[in-house]
């Protein structure tokens, strides 16, 4: 059974110039655990569709299914459910609250999940243990390096437990041996916790480190199965 599968999605905007189609009949499967590249330009359709898979936008036609269950038949408050336990997401502007601590970030996804503020903290600092962080717990955004950021969002990404990461463009805002270190913290989670991994970027370099490539343009899959190294 696929872990996400979408039919003929399509997101459509209707603005005073006309019908925008920025995703436009995309049909593919993700499969539990592995590691998917979605590659195109500015524009191609890659962050409207990061945004379904997600649960932050609902199709206007077209079927979503995570495991075999309809998204787009979910009320609002179990499309909330779905974010909150199924996803974990990574952007390139980290999105961390500036007045927080690294702690507080990692643990604000859990306030809804019923855990005691005692088991929240624990949870909180093996988290930011895991990504190497542990001693910069009480640290906030801006005393942290670029890098730092990111591996707090990942161990955000990583609070309720979530069976898939999606990373939009993970490292656009890292310099190139910072990019190479997230990149690889990712893949670990794939490798040692199972979590399957798509990769929303532009960037040839960091979609040759997934197991298969889709890519997008004018909304529409022009490539599907394209393998690293290929």
Do not use: C, W
Not at 100 to 105: G, I, V
Not at 116 to 131: M, N, P, Q, T, Y
């Amino acid at each position: 059974m696929p872990l996400l599968e979408t039919r003929d999605l399509a997101r459509h905007y209707t603005t005073a110039a006309g019908v925008v189609r920025a995703l436009d009949g995309v049909s593919m499967v993700i499969e539990d655990g592995e590691v998917l590249a979605l590659v195109g330009a500015s524009g191609s359709g890659k962050s409207t569709l990061l945004n379904l898979l997600g649960g932050l936008d609902r199709p206007t036609g077209g079927e979503l299914l995570f495991r075999e269950k309809s998204l787009a038949k979910l009320a609002s408050r179990e499309l909330a459910e779905y974010r909150r336990r199924d996803v974990g997401m990574v952007f390139q502007s980290f999105n961390l609250i500036p007045h927080r601590t690294a702690l507080d970030n990692v643990i604000l996804p859990m306030i809804f999940e019923g855990k005691s503020k005692a088991e929240r903290r624990d949870r909180g600092i093996r988290l930011l243990d895991s990504v190497g962080l542990g001693k910069r717990a009480s640290h906030r955004p801006a005393e942290l390096s670029g890098g730092e950021q990111q591996r707090v969002a990942i161990a955000r990404a990583l609070a309720n437990s979530p069976p898939m990461l999606l990373a939009d463009e993970p490292t656009g805002n890292l310099d190139s041996a910072t990019a190479a270190e997230i990149l690889q913290l990712l893949l670990s989670l794939n490798k040692e916790q199972g979590k399957t991994l798509v990769l929303i970027t532009h960037d040839e370099h960091v979609a040759q480190i997934a197991s298969r490539r889709i890519r997008l343009r004018d909304g529409r899959i022009f490539e599907n199965g394209g393998e690293a190294g290929a």
